[in-house]
């Protein structure tokens, strides 16, 4: 205990300045606190600080008053209204801390759920972000591809059309065929080839079908099968006609990713045409390699049969036996006829070649021959579309009808008809043809027929050198022979035409008929 | 979870002073400023959620964005003066109600004194009554974070 009173006039002081300077500076905060609010309006904690500046100049203008109200009634003489007012000052302060305890108490918690958001927002804009790049990108892309896919089909819709162009027009035969060996698609030339008119007669048809031996289509397939390809694989192939064509496959198989065979694809190239030039090629070559031979040995023997002769002819008027000096002049000029004939090849031309009227030339011979083919029962006709003029020795070619006629009597004994075409070719060349109703070429005898001393007479009745000769003559011309036994055109077949030589000339001066 | 459970605490700490006020009330003196008690009850448990709100704040604060910023430093100061007088406030208000004193009412004049003898609660009450001396500088500290937030060199939490 102590014995002392405690004045309260300090007090008083304390509360009177401190009451005046709460007023002052919780007006002050307010003021900031309104400021930062107006500029960050959407900012949490200029919220609850704005709040906070609120409650608390509120409560110093409550409190604060209070005391000022007090000394102003005390020193007034009313103290007893104090009475009247202090409850409400008391339940105003009361309530203003409270607010201001609710404030501190929901800010942080506030912040915490506003920050999750604002992470939520942040994170949702991000994603829409990322979402919209790879909207973008994805965008880019699809356009990039469409452009590319639309690039891509130009580009395959070129190559299409050059490939079909080129599968189309190509000369030789492309096809495609099935795992069966079936016709899937063929181009124009190899439906040519292949003897029809139109692709639809040929597809689902197997190429076996066409294949001349059976055993080659078996082959074929099977290599086929076990390498995947075939390269110049030669084979002989049947036309819907029947006519031969020789022709080279170059084929591969189609296969799947698993390499299950699906098909073949492959190029056909006719080489008939080609393969009858080479054996022609090949037979001119023989011929004129004999032709030489020939016309060689007998410059080399004619000079002593003319010795022979000569002194034979000595020995007749002198000697008793001329019989048998007689039979050796005869054999010696049999021997000199050979040897004439053959030395045309080695004999230059008499006369300069100049333009030779065809028909004149066989209307030449005719008149020659044609009374005595007529006492044999051997009827010639004559067939001339046109006037064609070539250039020639007159003599080497009347030879060359005399001899192609001469070929076809000994081939029609007992009578029978000659017919003689003579027409111009659209390519240029002049042509004769001489066929006859014989019984025909066997097969057999057909590649030795212009072979020289090849006949099929009895010994003594033929020199086998006139087909020979012939031969030897058209290519001196610069033209060609060819023998049809029998012809495959139907118009020769209608007049019953078993043989048919036909000569082709290369074209001179043309001569209106 | 940190914060919820310090909220939970706080508040069953809140919850066990206004039970133990409630269940033993103090006596009613005639010369009490508050004429019933609800209303004392009342502000106490007002400054008692103040005290808690304050306390929380200041703990929750130093995670907050910005939180070491010399604005946030001003903040906390002020957080920091109006929590003791809070404290002295609630001090003020329960010896009010022990010693049955209240100095605004002996009288308005210079002369006034709390009359002797007196005890050390006396001069506990006589000191503790110098609340300005904690409200002020925590008010003042309060604009100084203001000023520091309006000035824009903080981080905005």
Known sequence: ?513 | MAGIFYNEVVFFIGLTVFVILGLFPPPAWATQPHICPEGLYAHLLAHIAFGAALLYMLYRSRGLPGGGDRAWLYLRLSLVFFLLWNFDAFTVHLLERHLSLNTYYYSSALEAEIPGPVNWKHLLYYVTRFDHLFCVPAMYFLWQSLREFTRGKHVFG
């Open chain 1, 1 to 513: 205990m102590f014995s002392v009173s405690l004045p309260l006039y300090p007090l008083y002081a304390v509360d009177l300045v401190g009451a005046i300077l709460m007023i002052l500076i919780s007006f002050a905060c307010l003021e900031k606190a309104f400021y930062l609010l107006r500029h960050h309006p959407d900012h949490l904690l200029f919220v609850y600080l704005f709040g906070l500046s609120l409650s608390f100049t509120a409560f110093a203008l409550s409190r604060s008053m209070g005391h000022v109200v007090r000394f102003i009634l005390g020193w007034s003489g009313h103290p007893h209204l104090w009475f009247v007012l202090a409850p409400f000052s008391g339940a105003l302060n009361t309530v203003f801390i409270l607010l201001a305890a609710f404030l501190t108490f929901v800010f942080p918690r506030a912040h915490q759920t506003f920050r999750l958001l604002e992470e939520e927002t942040q994170q949702l804009k991000e994603t829409k972000e990322a979402l919209e790049k790879a909207h973008d990108h994805l965008q880019q892309l699809y356009r990039t591809l469409e452009e590319k896919v639309e690039e891509r089909t130009r580009e395959l819709a070129l190559s299409e059309q050059k490939f079909r162009r080129l599968f189309e027009a190509a000369g030789d035969a492309i096809f495609f065929c099935d795992q069966e060996g079936r016709l899937l698609d063929i181009n124009p030339a190899g439906v040519q080839l292949l003897g029809f008119t139109r692709k639809e007669e040929l597809l689902g048809r197997s190429l076996g079908e066409f294949f001349a031996c059976r055993g080659e289509w078996n082959r074929y397939r099977e290599f086929l099968c076990a390498e995947g390809q075939v390269t110049n694989f030669e084979t002989l192939l049947l036309t819907s006609h029947g006519e031969e064509r020789y022709v080279v496959i170059t084929a591969n198989a189609i296969e799947y990713l698993q390499g299950c065979h699906l098909g073949w694809q492959g190029i056909m190239k006719d080489l008939t045409r080609f393969r009858e030039m080479t054996e022609r090629m090949i037979y001119s070559e023989k011929m004129a390699a004999l032709g030489q031979l020939a016309a060689g040995v007998a410059h080399e023997i004619n000079t002593p049969l003319g010795i022979i002769l000569g002194y034979t002819q000595l020995l007749k008027e002198s000697q008793e036996e001329r019989e048998e000096l007689q039979l050796i002049e005869d054999q010696v000029r049999v021997c000199q006829r050979l040897i004439s004939d053959l030395l045309i090849f080695s004999r230059p031309s008499p006369q300069a070649e100049q333009p030779v009227d065809l028909k004149e030339i066989v209307r030449q011979v005719l008149e020659m021959v044609q009374p005595t083919y007529r006492k044999e029962g051997i009827e010639i006709n004559l067939h001339v579309s046109d006037s064609p003029v070539i250039r020639g020795d007159p003599d080497r070619l009347r030879q060359v009808v005399l001899n192609l006629l001469g070929n076809a009597r000994d081939a029609l004994q007992g009578g029978g008809a000659i017919h003689i075409w003579i027409y111009r070719l659209r390519r240029g060349g002049a042509v004769l043809e001489v066929g006859d109703t014989g019984p025909g070429i066997p097969e057999e005898i057909r590649e030795k027929i212009f072979e020289p001393f090849f006949t099929t007479k009895p010994p003594g009745q033929g020199t086998g050198l006139g087909l020979f000769v012939t031969f030897g003559l058209v290519k001196e011309h610069g033209g060609e022979i060819e023998v049809f036994s029998p012809p495959a055109e139907e118009r020769y077949l209608r007049l019953g035409i078993r043989t048919l030589f036909r000569i082709i000339f290369p074209e001179g001066n043309h001569v209106s008929g």
